[in-house]
């Protein structure tokens, strides 16, 4: 499967873009868990109170998106998660438990799959056909374990320079593509939709770069990625989102530019001149057919 210019822009001209939001909390990360200090109980959710900040800014901007999910905060607030989908936005899978896929052997990692797909679908009512791993560690064998789970598309690819102690330096796929091109085991059924990365530099345009090197970079990227023909796949997180309690133990980076600040990056974002779609609309353009759920041909609606 290759993309071509033709899913990269809509109808009337103008360029696509993702926004996804990798929807897990402050104390899902593996900075905090690794920590040695603990949020107080009141802000052991942090994180959780942006969707609603997500909701509106997205509807101000008449924006879709696609929220990676961890179930296990489906399970505790199906609520939320239900009003996210509830507001037209796609809701993929980040796991069950956001445990890297690494530390786990094959039945785990093929129980975080599978139940992760059952939560989502049960809190949701809406089919889930995309994943996306925690920190991008997608193990040999978990690309084939998507497939059999009943996924269509991944999302973990990062075709950055390799990032010490972080990941990257593995991949070169900066287009949607089949998943053979990353992992040879994966069943060519299974498409493959990497996140952005700035041209030449090779870094991610968001994450923790966002931050550390500003909005203005990101958005540099996007036009960038936009003239070459690539939709750009931004992610963010909700805790970057939020007001972070201080955590003895959590590196110092992680606090960087988190709460107001990125609250306005993200506004910063959706304004410009970019049409914000769901990952699975352009794995779906990009493959020639439409998304599990779509509506049928005359039916009306949109996605």
Do not use: N
């Not at 796609?90 to 796991?95: C, L």
């Not at 996306?132 to 990062?158: H, I, K, N």
């Not at 493959?192 to 550390?212: D, H, Y």
């Amino acid at each position: 499967m290759t993309s071509d210019r033709a899913t990269t822009v809509d109808d009337d001209g103008t360029p696509t873009a993702v926004l996804s939001v990798d929807f897990e909390l402050f104390s899902q990360t593996p900075a905090y868990r690794s920590a040695g200090g603990t949020a107080p109980a009141d802000e052991a959710t942090a994180g959780l109170e942006m969707g609603q900040f997500l909701r509106e800014t997205l509807a101000d901007h008449d924006a879709e998106a696609t929220f990676f999910t961890v179930s296990s905060v489906a399970e505790d607030h199906p609520d939320e998660v239900r009003a996210i989908a509830d507001a037209g936005h796609e809701i993929a899978s980040h796991t069950h438990s956001h445990r890297l896929l690494s530390d786990l052997d094959p039945d785990e990692r093929r129980e975080e799959l599978v139940h992760s797909r059952d939560v989502l679908e049960s809190v949701t009512g809406a089919t889930v056909e995309g994943f996306r791993a925690p920190a991008f560690d997608v193990p040999e064998g978990t690309l084939a374990a998507l497939a059999d789970a009943g996924y269509r598309y991944d999302s973990s690819v990062a075709a950055c320079r390799k990032i010490p102690g972080w990941y990257g330096g593995e991949d070169d796929a900066v287009r949607p593509c089949s998943a053979v091109d990353v992992q040879a085991d994966a069943p060519d059924t299974l498409a493959e939709l990497p996140i952005a990365v700035m041209p030449g530099l090779r870094l991610p345009l968001t994450g923790t770069w966002l931050r550390f090197f500003g909005v203005r970079y990101t958005i540099a990227g996007m036009h960038m990625l936009a003239r070459r023909g690539i939709t750009p796949v931004l992610y963010v997180h909700p805790w970057e989102l939020a007001d972070l309690p201080d955590v003895e133990g959590v590196p110092k980076r992680v606090y960087v530019r988190t709460g107001a600040w990125m609250r306005r990056a993200v506004e910063r974002i959706l304004a410009e001149p970019f049409e914000f779609v769901t990952a699975r609309s352009v794995v779906a353009d990009a493959a020639g057919t439409p998304p599990l759920d779509a509506p049928a041909p005359g039916a009306g609606g949109a996605e």
